[in-house]
Nanobody, 126 residues
Framework: QVHLVESGGGLVQAGGSLRLSCAASGRTFSTYAMGWFRQAPGKEREFVAFINWSGSSTYYADSVKGRFTISRDNAKNTVYLQMNGLKPEDTAVYYC???????????????????WGQGTQVTVSS
């Protein structure tokens, strides 16, 4: 069992930056791939980025590539999402997920994740 808690969301102007954190409970955090997804009102949850268990491999949605960076600190049981160059279309609730899977195609869909946090709101004003 993994319990995830996101933090770091807020209101920011377009072009600004935020860093989201996702703190995990449990001793097995380092065995999970971790992903970030987001969900805007009336839309489905969409993939943002994932990182493998060791942090050696990352993957991004085209919409955030070059602006967002995912990282993890296994000693702190935490995964991060650094978001730069924020745009109004980045406005959403951001969720982190934990997955025991290792296939890229699976890690880019919500069904590939075993545990989710409660989400943190990110609002980007124009």
């Amino acid at each position: 069992q993994v319990h995830l808690v996101e933090s770091g969301g807020g209101l920011v102007q377009a072009g600004g930056s935020l860093r989201l954190s996702c703190a995990a409970s449990g001793r097995t955090f380092s065995t999970y791939a971790m992903g970030w997804f987001r969900q805007a009102p009336g839309k489905e949850r969409e993939f943002v980025a994932f990182i493998n268990w060791s942090g050696s491999s990352t993957y991004y949605a085209d919409s955030v590539k070059g602006r967002f960076t995912i990282s993890r600190d296994n000693a702190k049981n935490t995964v991060y999402l650094q978001m730069n160059g924020l745009k109004p279309e980045d406005t959403a609730v951001y969720y982190c997920g934990a997955s025991r899977r290792a296939v890229v195609a699976v890690l880019t869909i919500p069904q590939g994740y075993d545990y989710w946090g409660q989400g943190t709101q990110v609002t980007v004003s124009s």
